[in-house]
């Protein structure tokens, strides 16, 4: 039988109060004043993954984003990642119709799509989302030429997404397709509501944030 060890530290270890406590220090120390009234919630659980209150200097969000993905989400579309970590981070008891969370770099064929197209597999997992791209949300935290190979896909005539959240994390390409996604509409007349976060920064982490808060109003 576990027992507790002697306490020697002092910290509030009840699970709601910091809950409670951590989105209010959010509140507190970060500038919300560029954020969609709408997308509020989404920059808050976006910094509360990872930490980092200054996250708002980089953040844009699409004006339609929360209304398109959330209604997407309500209707059923599955949500497509690029990373599995991102798919773990994903809280199930949150999405309204028990959505599908599809990533498939470890399908068999990935490895020879990605060979033959002279990418990365992560790129090459992305092809294998055509057939259900059309309305799905879209989530890429990892790979940058993820991002890039979807956004030539669509730009080719692919199937649309209802929306997009492109936060992948790195030193080489990162930035870039994060730019490009910011882009889109103005280079290619395709206009998807997304979220991103310039820079290099990104991740899983902050990914899967964006989804949670996308999934469900209640934060």
């Not at 039988?1 to 306490?7: A, E, G, K, V, Y």
């Not at 844009?60 to 209707?75: D, Q, S, T």
């Not at 498939?104 to 791209?133: K, M």
Request: glycine share 8%; aromatic share 4%; proline share 6%.
């Amino acid at each position: 039988m576990s027992t507790r060890p002697s306490r020697h530290y002092d910290y509030i270890d009840d699970g709601p109060a910091i809950y409670v406590d951590s989105f209010a220090t959010i509140r507190s120390e970060s500038d919300l004043s560029r954020i969609p009234a709408d997308a509020e919630k989404i920059a808050v659980r976006m910094i509360h993954g990872t930490g980092q209150t200054d996250l708002t200097r980089d953040l844009e969000i699409h004006p339609r984003l929360v209304g398109a993905a959330r209604g997407a989400l309500e209707n059923g579309a599955p949500i497509l990642t690029d990373a599995h970590m991102v798919a773990s981070g994903v809280t199930r008891a949150r999405l309204p119709r028990d959505n599908e969370v599809v990533c498939l770099l470890r399908d068999a064929s990935v490895p020879g799509l990605a060979r033959e197209f002279g990418t990365t597999r992560s790129a090459a997992a992305v092809s294998l989302w055509e057939p259900r791209l059309e309305g799905a949300v879209v989530a890429i935290g990892n790979a940058p030429t993820a991002l890039f190979h979807l956004l030539e896909m669509l730009i080719d005539g692919a199937p649309r997404p209802a929306a997009i959240v492109g936060v992948p994390v790195g030193f080489i390409g990162a930035a870039e397709s994060k730019q490009a996604l910011s882009d889109l509409a103005a280079d290619h007349g395709i206009d998807i509501p997304y979220v991103t976060v310039h820079g290099r920064r990104g991740g899983s982490a902050m990914a899967a944030s964006a989804l949670n808060a996308l999934a469900q109003e209640r934060e």
